[in-house]
Each structure stands twice: as structure tokens, then as C-alpha cells.
């Protein structure tokens, strides 16, 4: 097949490239060069995404079978690589995100459930979940060929660059007694970055379109397997200390960021870890066991290190010493 990927020098956009070139797929990527991991072996053209002028040149005009796009900021620069490409390609997937739903969502919720108000002409990135869905309007609507929009949940695994994953193995493999939110038993529900591009390229040469909530099961693993599978990964002494959500809240600790991946199992952040995928395993969406994921961004963070955040909306994750302190009881 040949692929060309919007991105592909970070996290899923590397993810998908690696898959790919593992396929025997011949490869362009289309980034402006300036971060992230460039991958060999692919035909790499250079232009600034806001500038469809740029995009134009760099794609000149060739033909490819599948195109994918991982962008997370205005939704007009999908809308003009959209215009770029229509007919240029057969399938097209924008890989979005379950944050389109609106807020609070509700546990078991499946594709039906109402997405916010966005545009895809709008040149506002500050509201993640309005631009997500402004650039599934503008792929839905504009693009003539196949379409799939994979709707991504949480997404860990190696190249993870938010930092959630990252975050616990870096702490335990520090050591000490480090707070660990309960129950052992609350299930967790994400995707495997390398398991989201195998099922997109997939898509690509089967032409499955559609609209997708692209996570595992709910309860592929429990935070209790997860945070234990960090500390057989990274060697550690680390004490697990469990805590439970009430004592969470009563720290002032919150779920998704202060304590990443955890949410509490009831309240406005539960449905992250609950919603119905049955549509994107019925269409063939296959994820590894959680102890691989674990193993292989523990492995990925000893080659190349902890990465920096990217410098838009991810914010401060983690606890604060204080909020350790807090939640130890001292």
C-alpha cells in the first residue's frame, strides 16, 4: 500500500509509519521537520501544516492509497489538506479522540452519543475537544473516498509523549512508598498506540470506514495489574500504597492528571474507562496484553528517555511532593 501520513514523527503518527514500513508499505510522511523521530526508509517532504500553499508543493501531485492524520489543533488545516487530497486517495483516517462527546459522558455510551458544537473552518486550537471534531467534520464531509475516524481514548504505549504511562514507571522506579489509587480492582480501558495504527493501516487496505470508539474492552487490565507490572518491569523496592478514592478527594487529588491514567469508579471521570467499543472490535481492532504495553515503553524510556510534554494542553501531570505527603498520611 502506499501511505502517506500526516505527522508520523511522534506517538501514534510514529507508531502508524513503523507498522507500516513492517507491512512492506511505501511510506510518505509530511512533517516540517523541526521534532520528533524521523523514521529511515520513508520518502519524508517538509511543510508547515497552516500553510496549504506549502502543502501543495510538498505533495505535488502525487497518489497515494490511504492517507492518515493525527492533528490536534485547528481544524481548518485538516480542512485544507482535505481539499489538498480528495481524489488523490482512496481512504482516509483521521485519528480523533472520545474527548468530541459531550461533557459528562455516561458510562457504556457508544458512537450515538452528542458530540460538541465545532466547525471545520474555525482557526481555534484552544479547545481540544472542538477542534478534534471540527476536523472530523471537515474529513466526513469533504473528503469523497472511504472514511475511518478512530475516536482514541487514553493511548499508552512506547512514544507516549503526554507522559501518562511515563509518569508511573518513572516514580517507581524512583523508589519509596509511592500513593497508588484504588481499588486494585478498577478496571482501565485505553489503547496500545502500535495496536490503534495496525488496526488503522487495516482499514486503509481493506477500506473500512466509519465512526469508531478505538479503546480496548473496559477492563482489559485494573490499575492494581498496571501499577504491579511497573514494578516487575523497572526492578523497583517501591511500596505501593493504595489509597481509596474517597481519600483522594479528600487530599485534593484528582483522577486522569494528578494520579494519570486512574480515574475514580464513580463520578464525572468513570466513563473514561466505559465506554462501548464493540463496534471497532467488531471491525477487527485487536490489544496486546497490558504487561507488553508496560514492558516495551519501559524498554522505550531506557533507549531514548523520559520525553517532554508537548507545550499544549497536556498540563502539569503527576503528584506534587505535597500531594504525596497528603496522601501518605504524613
Avoid at 497552516?50 to 490511504?66: G, H, I, K, S, Y
Wanted: proline content about 7%.
Amino acid at each position: 500500500m502506499r501511505l502517506l501520513v500526516l505527522g508520523g514523527t511522534h506517538h501514534v503518527g510514529r507508531a502508524v509509519v513503523e507498522a507500516a514500513l513492517v507491512r512492506g508499505d511505501v511510506v510518505t510522511t509530511l512533517t516540517r521537520g523541526l521534532t520528533g523521530h524521523a523514521a529511515g526508509g520513508v520518502d519524508a517532504r517538509r511543510a508547515d501544516r497552516r500553510d496549504p500553499a506549502e502543502v501543495t508543493r510538498a505533495l505535488a501531485d502525487d497518489t497515494w492509497d490511504a492517507v492518515v492524520d493525527t492533528w490536534s489543533f485547528e481544524p481548518r488545516a485538516v480542512r485544507d489538506a482535505v481539499r489538498i487530497l480528495d481524489g488523490r486517495a482512496r481512504h482516509f483516517t483521521y485519528v480523533s479522540s472520545r474527548s468530541v462527546y459531550q461533557w459528562p459522558q455516561v458510562p457504556g455510551s457508544d458512537e450515538s452519543f452528542p458530540v460538541v458544537e465545532a466547525s471545520p473552518d474555525s482557526a481555534d486550537a484552544a479547545d481540544y475537544a472542538a477542534a478534534k471534531r471540527g476536523a472530523e467534520i471537515a474529513v466526513l464531509d469533504g473528503f469523497g473516498g472511504d472514511v475511518l475516524v478512530a475516536r482514541a481514548g487514553l493511548v499508552l504505549g512506547p512514544y507516549e509523549v503526554v507522559g501518562r504511562l511515563p509518569w508511573w514507571l518513572d516514580r517507581i522506579a524512583a523508589g519509596g512508598r509511592v500513593p497508588a489509587p484504588g481499588p486494585t480492582d478498577r478496571p482501565l480501558q485505553y489503547v496500545d498506540a502500535r495496536d490503534l495504527a495496525d488496526w488503522v493501516l487495516t482499514a486503509g487496505t481493506e477500506g473500512i470506514g466509519g465512526v469508531f470508539n478505538t479503546v480496548s474492552r473496559p477492563g482489559h487490565t485494573t490499575i492494581g495489574a498496571l501499577l504491579g507490572a511497573c514494578l516487575r518491569v523497572t526492578g523497583s523496592a517501591a511500596e505501593l500504597v493504595w489509597v481509596g478514592p474517597d481519600e483522594v478527594a479528600a487530599a485534593g487529588v484528582s483522577g486522569w492528571t494528578d494520579l494519570p491514567i486512574w480515574t475514580p469508579p464513580t463520578g464525572e471521570l468513570a466513563p473514561l474507562h466505559d465506554c462501548d467499543v464493540s463496534a471497532a472490535h467488531g471491525a477487527g481492532l485487536r490489544c496486546r496484553p497490558m504487561e507488553d504495553t508496560v514492558a516495551d515503553t519501559w524498554a522505550w524510556l531506557q533507549r531514548e528517555g523520559t520525553p517532554e510534554p508537548p507545550n499544549h494542553r497536556a498540563g502539569e501531570l503527576g503528584l506534587s511532593k505535597d500531594q504525596e505527603r497528603q496522601l501518605l498520611g504524613r
